[in-house]
């Protein structure tokens, strides 16, 4: 894993957008993976200014995001379908057949995971992934003690990540039970790897993250085997790494 000290959020966000915009001009036909949550919102925000200041164009990049809740219409605000229109894809030029978000809606759940396992594959496999980190240290929805090896699945979410993700509905009994995730075996296999982590709530698991050992109970340790992850994080991500 190769760090990168970033002053603040938007100083993260710049940087992890410079990474994308380079792969992209290198690679026009990229796949992309994209992830939700608080953390990406400004690497989207800086993807936007980019394309509308200098045209990056992602008509032949393709992308495939991390997660999506399940039970969740594309058009629920809180889908995650509908979080990548509003912060990202609304914005820039890609075509929607190009657009990978898992089917939270579909009738048989765990062919809609074997489906989506199969486009990745078909695509030749994801270039660059961007991932957020939990507290606990998900990626994805891969909750403490999910098998590294797993392929895209059903989740039912932990309490602690209900309870991390009821800010954004009703209560926390309007948080969907479950998810349907790229599994860690997915990921790893991405040939590229951006992890960000902004906010003194991440500095204790990017401490771990960073010092301590690849433990299947802190599912983005397993990182470390990659060979091409950078982390980019803020000051008071790494207020503990740097004491
Ligand atoms: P956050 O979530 O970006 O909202 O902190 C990160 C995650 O849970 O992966």
């Known amino acids: ?21 380079g792969e992209i001009n290198e690679f026009p036909t990229m796949t992309l993976g994209l992830a939700t949550g608080a953390t990406p919102v400004g690497t989207y925000r ?16 393709t992308t495939f995001n991390l997660d999506e809740y399940v039970g969740l219409h ?3 605000p809180n ?6 229109k509003e912060k990202l894809f ?19 759940l765990e062919q809609e995971c074997q489906r989506y396992e199969g486009s990745i594959e078909e695509s030749g496999g994801i270039d660059l992934q961007l991932l957020g980190i939990g507290s606990n240290g998900h990626i994805g929805f891969n ?3 999910t098998p590294f090896d797993k392929a895209t699945h059903v989740v039912e979410l ?39 982590a902004s906010g003194l709530k991440k500095a204790r698991i990017v401490h771990q ?8 109970n802190v599912p983005a340790s397993i990182l470390k085997e990659h060979s091409h992850v950078w982390v980019i994080a803020d000051q008071e991500a790494l207020r503990y790494a740097k004491s």
Request: charged share 20%.
């Open 1 to 21: 894993m190769k760090l990168i000290e970033a002053r603040d959020y938007e100083e993260m966000s710049q940087l992890a957008a410079g990474l994308i915009i």
């Open 46 to 61: 800086a993807l936007i200014q980019d394309y509308q200041h200098n045209r990056t164009s992602y008509s032949r990049v």
């Open 74 to 76: 594309p058009t629920h």
């Open 79 to 84: 889908s995650y379908h509908y979080y990548m």
């Open 90 to 108: 609304d914005h820039i030029d890609i075509p929607s057949h190009r657009i990978h978000i898992p089917d939270g809606m579909a009738d048989v």
């Open 143 to 145: 909750e403490p003690g």
């Open 158 to 196: 932990t309490p602690s990540t209900r309870e991390a993700n009821r800010r954004y509905f009703n209560g926390l009994s309007e948080v969907p039970t479950h998810a349907i995730t790229m599994g860690i075996g997915t990921i790893m296999k991405s040939k590229k790897i951006i992890l960000l």
């Open 209 to 216: 993250l960073l010092f301590g050992e690849v433990d299947n």
